[in-house]
């Protein structure tokens, strides 16, 4: 078997952006002659190209049987805590190993999504679940998604955290799309011998640079509860090929699940990582 390092695969990601791929819509004759209603699923969302910001989720609903393939990874270099020498020598976080996520998500029904995540954090194992209630149209101002999940670590044997929380969207012209993502999550201080909670309101946006290019920024500030640490922020620089969207990202957190974003990010912390994600419709 060949092994790639990690920076081998970084260089193959952004070959693969740099050259393209045919776009999804473009795939489907069947889509590209039948007109996109409001409510189609289907149809493409210049503004909202991804079902995430960098680790926050949006409200891009997934058409019925269809997939999402989404990789997130974290190296695990401080860039604010070394020299510029010494994370040139590591090749900026590379070579120190990295928090990887695997998510995928299918469509169950019209405007109801499951989805399943593990992360090699603790092993940990998420299911949730996301309802788009409605979309920005003409007649409604925002979109609406509701969201549920119950995480476990050791492969979802021991620690299961429910979640609930709901998105919030606005679409500002083709310039730009914000977001509000209220989240309450339960046990979010395992093993104490009170239960914690943490209610958190994350808020996010995208801005359009280019047709395809995108700036992304997201901070999930603590309302109440458990709240170590700092509040999780990252910003991103995004690239939509066709069905495919690629993210360079910058957090102060590895976090990605709904009760890790709840217990915040490192204080003077910066990682280096990617997002990778591919539209199966």
């Known amino acids: 078997m060949i092994r790639r390092s990690p920076a081998t695969l970084l260089a193959f990601f952004l070959s693969f952006i740099a050259h393209g791929v045919t776009p999804a819509h473009a795939q489907s004759p069947t889509a590209a002659t039948q007109p996109a209603g409001e409510d189609d699923d289907e149809k493409l969302r210049p503004m909202e190209p991804d079902f995430t910001l960098v680790n926050l989720p949006t409200t891009l609903p997934l058409p019925a049987h269809a997939g999402n393939f989404h990789l997130t990874h974290r190296f695990n270099e401080n860039l604010r805590r070394d020299s510029f020498s010494t994370q040139a020598s590591n090749l900026f976080g590379l070579d120190e190993g990295a928090t990887i996520q695997l998510e995928y998500r299918f469509g169950v029904l019209k405007h109801l999504e499951a989805i399943v995540s593990r992360t090699n954090v603790d092993r940990d194992i998420q299911f949730s679940a996301k309802y788009d209630a409605f979309h920005q149209s003409a007649s409604t101002p925002i979109g609406f998604s509701a969201i549920a999940g119950v995480e476990g670590g050791n492969n979802f044997r021991t620690r299961r955290a429910p979640a609930l929380g709901a998105v919030v ?55 109440s509860g458990y709240t170590p640490g700092d509040a999780e922020y990252a910003f991103a620089f995004e690239k939509r090929v066709g069905a495919h969207v690629f993210s360079l990202t910058f957090a102060n957190s590895s976090a990605t699940t709904y009760g890790q974003l709840a217990r915040g990010g490192n204080p003077g912390a910066l990682y280096l990582g990617f997002n990778l994600a591919r539209k199966f419709f």
Do not use: C, K, N
């Open 169 to 223: 969207s606005r679409t500002l012209a083709s310039v730009a799309a914000v977001y509000a993502t209220p989240i309450w999550a339960h046990d979010t201080l395992p093993g104490a011998a009170v239960t914690q909670h943490t209610f958190y309101v994350g808020i996010g946006t995208r801005v359009r640079v280019v047709p395809t290019v995108f700036v992304v920024a997201e901070m999930s500030p603590r309302v």
